[in-house]
C-alpha cells in the first residue's frame, strides 16, 4: 500500500491527496508535525532530501514531487486523469507548467500572507496580484466553452491549482481576481465540489 508522508493542509500534499483520492486509490497518511519540524529530520530527508512534503512510498519505491507523484498514482490507476489522445495530453502538460512558473508563485504569496500568517509587503502583493491577473486573463480565456481545462475531462492540470485556489481565495485581493474572470470562477465552483476534491480540503 500507498504511503504519503506529509501533512493535510500542505498545498504540495493536497494534490497528491486528491488525485488518491480522485483514483480510489488505497493509501495511508502518515503526518508530519510541521511544529517539530518532522520534515526536516533525518527519517523526512531520506526520503525527500529537500526537506519538504510530501513524499511518497510505494512498497520501497520512494518519489518526491507532487506533481511527479500524482502522474504515478495516476498510472497505477490506468490513466483516468490523463488524456489518451496525445493532443490533450500535450495540453494538459501545457496547463501544468503554467501552474508551476506563472500561476502558483503569484498565488502563494495571498496563501503565505492570509492562511500561513507569513505577511508579505504591500509592494510583493501587488506584483503578484498582477500576475495572478495575467495568469487568470489566459485561464479564462482558455475556460470559454470547457468544462475543465482540456476539456469535458477532470485531468491532473485541474488538481494541480485546486491547493492554490482553495486558500487564495480567502484573501480577497485574490478572490476579487478570481471573481471577476467568468469562466475561472465556474470552473472553480465545478472542481472545489468535487467529491474528491471536498474530502481532500476536509469539506467531506
Avoid at 76 to 84: D, F, I, V
Wanted: glycine content about 4%; proline content about 4%.
Amino acid at each position: 500500500m500507498i504511503k504519503l508522508y506529509g501533512h493535510p493542509i500542505s498545498t504540495c500534499t493536497r494534490k497528491v491527496l486528491c488525485t488518491l483520492n480522485e483514483t480510489n486509490t488505497p493509501f495511508e497518511l502518515v503526518t508530519l508535525d510541521f511544529a517539530k519540524a518532522d520534515h526536516k529530520h533525518a527519517a523526512h530527508l531520506a526520503r525527500q532530501p529537500f526537506g519538504k512534503m510530501p513524499a511518497l512510498d510505494d512498497d520501497g519505491f520512494v518519489l518526491y514531487e507532487s506533481r511527479a507523484m500524482s502522474r504515478y498514482i495516476d498510472a497505477k490507476a490506468g490513466h483516468k486523469l490523463t488524456p489518451s489522445d496525445a493532443k490533450l495530453d500535450a495540453l494538459m502538460e501545457q496547463w501544468i507548467s503554467v501552474e508551476v512558473e506563472n500561476f502558483t508563485p503569484n498565488a502563494m504569496k495571498f496563501v503565505y500572507h492570509t492562511v500561513f500568517q507569513r505577511a508579505q509587503t504591500d509592494e510583493v502583493l501587488a506584483k503578484a496580484a498582477e500576475g495572478l491577473e495575467a495568469s487568470c486573463s489566459v485561464l479564462d480565456k482558455a475556460l470559454a466553452g470547457k468544462t475543465y481545462l482540456v476539456g469535458d475531462q477532470f485531468t491532473i492540470a485541474d488538481i494541480c491549482y485546486a491547493p492554490y485556489f482553495e486558500y487564495a481565495i480567502m484573501n480577497p485581493q485574490a478572490k476579487e481576481i478570481f471573481t471577476k474572470h467568468a469562466n475561472v470562477a465556474s470552473w472553480w465552483g465545478r472542481v472545489s465540489e468535487r467529491p474528491a476534491w471536498r474530502k481532500t480540503a476536509g469539506r467531506a
